[in-house]
Structure formats: structure tokens, C-alpha cells
């Protein structure tokens, strides 16, 4: 092999070396280019989702604060009637259950009554709801130690406030709670399938609202 020989196989080697070098750090910047276009993206994304859910958010505690609840007057089980429209000026708590046969629904009227003090602390009346005839539900209620007067709903109401078919029965309610503002305004809402509530955490719920 001729030394120019030799100089044009290592010229060669060397522009395949460059290139080969040049190759890599075009793909690296090429790497880091989508990792950072991705990495905005990714921002971005969450950034659209906190301001829908901020938004979505806003629009749900709007419309409950725009919506009036509707009045209503029904039969108790010590046989007094309660209207709605009596409370007006005062806060108050519906609470819709499934009624006879539901032994958490009946515990959970025990648990915030053993709580009344709180609630009445707080200016909060809670008023439990439903469909039920006195002496399908009474025997529930002595066996929980219930004193409270529960309102006996024929379904219009539970209708009136969206109640029906969220727990398992379809013509039933299921486990919720509506809070209505002292100038007749629903303020909050929500049901819960586990079948309770800490009286605290609904005492909390409430108050929160009510000063928001």
C-alpha cells in the first residue's frame, strides 16, 4: 500500500468518523427537542384541565346557588306537619334515605340527632325524609332510638329534589344530603352510596358553605 494510499483510506476513515459523530448529535438534539415539546405539551394539558375542572367547578356551585328549592309541607311521625317555608331565615338539611329496612339509613338519623347540640349550635336543622308510612318506618326508628320527627314523603318531594333511583332501588333515594341557605337557595348537594356520613363531616360540609 502507497503512503497516498494510505492518507486517502485515513482521510476516508476520518469523514465517516465526523459524520457518524455529527449523525448522533443531530439525533440527540432531535431527542431533546421532543422531550421538551413534549414536556410542554404535558403542561399544557394540565393546565387545560385544572382551569375545565375550575370552570366546571364554578358552574355546579352557581347553579346550586341560583336554584330555589322547592317548597314543600308534609306529614311527621309524631303527626305534626313540617313546612319548608317555616325555616325561611334559618339553614336546613334535607336528608333522603331509603327508609324502612335500611338499618344505616336509620343510624345515620340516631347518629346526627346524638349530635343535635352541634347542629343547633350551628343554627342547622336537619330534617330527615322518607317515603314511607309511619308504621312502616316507626318500628326502624324505635329500633335505632330515634326521637326525631321524620317527614313522610309520598315521592313527591323526592322527585321535586332529584332524590330518586341514586341508591339501589330505582323508586327509592338513595343516601343524600341538600343544604338550603336561609333565603330558600340550594347551596350544596351530594349522595353518598357508602350509606353514611360523619355527622361532623356534614356539619362541616354546611358551615363551610354557609359562610362561602
Not at 28 to 35: H, L, P, Q
Request: glycine letters at 8%; one cysteine or more; hydrophobic letters at 40%.
Amino acid at each position: 500500500m502507497t503512503s497516498r494510499t494510505a492518507q486517502r483510506r485515513n482521510l476516508t476513515d476520518r469523514a465517516s468518523i465526523v459524520h457518524a459523530q455529527a449523525l448522533a448529535r443531530a439525533k440527540a438534539e432531535r431527542g431533546r427537542r421532543r422531550r421538551r415539546l413534549l414536556s410542554w405539551t404535558g403542561a399544557l394539558v394540565v393546565i387545560a384541565a385544572l382551569v375545565t375542572f375550575g370552570m366546571l367547578t364554578s358552574r355546579s356551585a352557581a347553579s346550586d346557588a341560583q336554584r330555589v328549592a322547592p317548597d314543600f309541607t308534609l306529614p311527621t311521625t309524631t303527626g305534626t306537619t313540617v313546612s319548608l317555608s317555616s325555616f325561611r331565615g334559618r339553614p336546613v338539611i334535607l336528608y333522603f334515605s331509603e327508609g324502612a329496612g335500611c338499618a344505616p339509613c336509620s343510624a345515620q338519623i340516631a347518629a346526627i340527632e346524638k349530635d343535635k347540640a352541634a347542629f343547633d349550635a350551628a343554627h342547622l336543622t336537619v330534617l330527615p325524609i322518607v317515603m314511607n308510612t309511619r308504621a312502616e318506618i316507626q318500628p326502624d326508628l324505635d329500633a335505632a332510638g330515634v326521637t326525631t320527627p321524620v317527614l313522610l314523603d309520598n315521592g313527591t318531594v323526592s322527585q321535586a329534589y332529584d332524590a330518586l333511583g341514586k341508591g339501589m332501588h330505582p323508586g327509592l333515594p338513595g343516601h343524600s344530603f341538600v343544604l338550603i341557605g336561609p333565603t330558600g337557595t340550594q347551596l350544596w348537594s351530594a349522595e353518598y352510596p357508602s350509606m353514611w356520613l360523619d355527622p361532623q363531616q356534614l356539619l362541616s360540609e354546611a358551615t363551610s358553605r354557609l359562610k362561602a
